[in-house]
């Protein structure tokens, strides 16, 4: 599922696209991909709207509208974006389409149909996107942003030292920290030499700065790279290179490549987690409740194999083959 980098990267693609189109005209084939208004109402509600700006936050990309509007887009599993002219051919997989002056549509395209598009108003005083007139915000419950300049060591400690419980799983909580999920939680517990099931409270001040700067450079670095196209994902401008720099995610059985002992994986809250037990031990006393988890610890296990690379790299392919991405509009 894409992850900070990944959906950043759709983000700054689409912007120099989409900001200043206006809507003209909706085309749903999904209406499950609508998360909380029906097809018309959706439709009534963006149609000659103009296309304000293109952002992200968290997991989701957010767009927003003239009138006090906002889109947000998860992109869950298989969910593509692109922005085609209006004569390239129907894809059966495009569940909803948002049609633009002059020619061009936005196309959300999803094979397996898990993701999910929503439509909310924006409070007039905070700029926030609402639930629903007077309800929370959206991203209420969420966390700071890991890259926001404004979020320094300072605050991270305070928010580490204010949880318990152990290290992958909290990465993974969208209210500790926005955006990141399996594989950069994954490689930044790596870089920091940390143990994934280390408890929070246990680390030194030492260990947090570590942790807080893996986070900021594994992220960095992915946006950079484009993200990692591991299986459908893919922004407008192409795949990702993030994959090819990964250290551990997916490696099951082979050489740290800071030690050169085997990469293991255990499962954790039913997520593959992939670490070395050498450069990432767990002291002594912190094994005993963890042993059961540890013991499902192997050199093999669930890996990417080559077979499963080719068949998404081609998945990808046909979708760029299926969307002609359109050039970008002049600009006056």
Known sequence: MPELPEVETV????????VGAEIVGVRSSWARTLRNVDADAFAAAVTGRTIEAVGRRAKLLVIELSGGLGLTIHLKMTGQLFVVDAGVPDDPYVRLVLEL???????????????????????????????????????????????????KL???RRRLRARRGRLKPLLLDQSFLAGIG??????????????????AKSLRPIDEMRLYAAI?????????RRGSSIDDYTAPDG?????ERLQVYQRTGEPCPRCGRPIRRIVVG???????????RLRASERKAVAAVLRTAGQ?????????QRAAETRRSAARAAMHPAPLPARD
């Open 270 to 280: 039913g997520r593959s987690t992939h670490f070395c037990s050498w450069c990432q």
């Open 154 to 156: 300072r605050d991270f």
């Open 300 to 308: 093999t296990g669930r890996t990417t194999s080559e077979r499963t």
């Open 239 to 243: 795949d990702g290179a993030m994959q």
């Open 182 to 199: 399996n594989i950069y939680a994954d490689e930044a517990l790596w870089a920091a030499r940390l143990h994934p099931l280390r408890p």
């Open 11 to 18: 983000a700054r693609d689409l912007r120099p696209r989409l």
């Open 101 to 151: 002056a002059g020619g061009r549509e936005l196309r959300f395209r999803d094979i397996r149909k898990f993701g999910k598009v929503g439509l909310y108003e924006r409070d007039p005083r905070t700029g926030d996107l609402l639930i629903e007139r007077g309800g929370a915000g959206v991203f209420a419950a969420t966390g700071p942003e890991p890259l926001d300049e404004a979020f």
């Open 216 to 224: 900021r450079q594994v992220l960095s670095e992915a946006i950079e």
